[in-house]
């Protein structure tokens, strides 16, 4: 039974060796640890920072656009010939407004029963009462807006509203009907590297604009199940979530309106460096791993080699044997100062022997 157990219990080789990788581990691994925790939160925030401060960007270009267009309906409610709320005097401001910005295809003006008044075209008055806008300024809002898709460009256009008002009282609607078509290019120019693109909803989460163009059909798209929008607004920061897939990190911010800018792109993509450098530092962690077993294996032969070969040089001086060479006494450590104790050792035990077998 205790030879069984001898075959299985560790030499003092073993022992050294398993010492020495492990005490060279320890921090080795803990440095790999740390080094690549610190990258990982280092690499995660210089990607947020970058879908934010793309999201920022736009949002700049896409709030100029929207003020802009709430000044030219501020500032043009005011005119004599709006106040008026005669269609003939109108009608030469909403052409002049409509031909000086581009975009716009119809300005008009809507009185408190819902029926246009003036118009910039030339079509007869129509009733808007029913529409979201009209209601929205009516009930007291600063503007209204409303995303629909263009009955001719098929593409999503927005009719911008606000009041016009003579004295504290709320007379009537001015109205732009306008082409979405700068704020479309801005958000389709938007990219990052190969995968990352950028989508505008309104405030009913309905898609205005898409970074993939191919997404716009002809009815408005309802985005409200982004994984993006239903992110807290309290965290404001980007999210990780699957897709197809795949791994994509979106970050939402909101914008005049009401309105929401969503930036996504693949997680393989953004996190790229991150991947590789994490798959460099395993090669490396691996080679030190290889150099730290081979030091450490030649280091235990170096230290446990002549320890048993005075352990086999005790064991025949035990059995009467003194022609074992005992080596090491040369040796300035430990193990030095053992071989000479065992060569001391089998003088003293040789001279006993010789001293009995004399007679007496």
Partial sequence: ?????????????????????????????????????????????????????????????????????????????????????????????????????????????????????????DNPPQYYGDRVYFKQVLEGQAIGQQVAIGKTSKKPALILAGPIRIADSNEGVLAMAMQLVDVSQAVTSTTIGTTGFAILVDRDNKVIAHGKSEQIAEELQDLSTHPALQSSESTRD??????????????????????????????????????????????????????VIIIAYLLSRQLANPITELTAVAEDISRGHFKQKIVGTERRDEIGALARAVERMAASIKLAFERLRKPS
């Fill in 1 to 121: 039974m205790a030879e069984e157990k001898s075959r299985f219990s560790l030499k003092i080789f073993h022992k050294i060796l398993l010492t020495m990788v492990v005490v060279a581990l320890i921090p080795l691994g803990g440095l790999s640890y740390i080094g690549g925790y610190q990258l990982e939160q280092d690499w995660r925030q210089n990607t947020n920072q970058n879908l934010k401060l793309t999201a920022s960007a736009l949002a700049s270009k896409v709030n100029g656009w929207i003020g802009m267009n709430r000044h030219v309906l501020r500032e043009n409610a005011q005119l004599p010939d709006i106040l008026s709320m005669d269609g003939a005097r109108q009608k030469p401001v909403l052409k002049a407004i409509q031909n000086t910005y581009e975009w716009a295809y119809l300005v008009f003006s809507v009185g408190r029963d819902g029926r246009s008044i003036g118009r910039s075209d």
């Fill in 238 to 291: 980007p999210i990780i979530y699957q897709e197809g897939g795949k791994s994509v990190v979106a970050f939402a911010q909101k914008i005049d309106l009401g309105w929401t800018l969503i930036i996504q792109q693949d997680y393989d993509e953004a996190f790229a460096p991150l991947l590789q450098v994490r798959q460099q530092a395993l090669f490396l962690i691996a080679g030190a791993l290889i150099l």
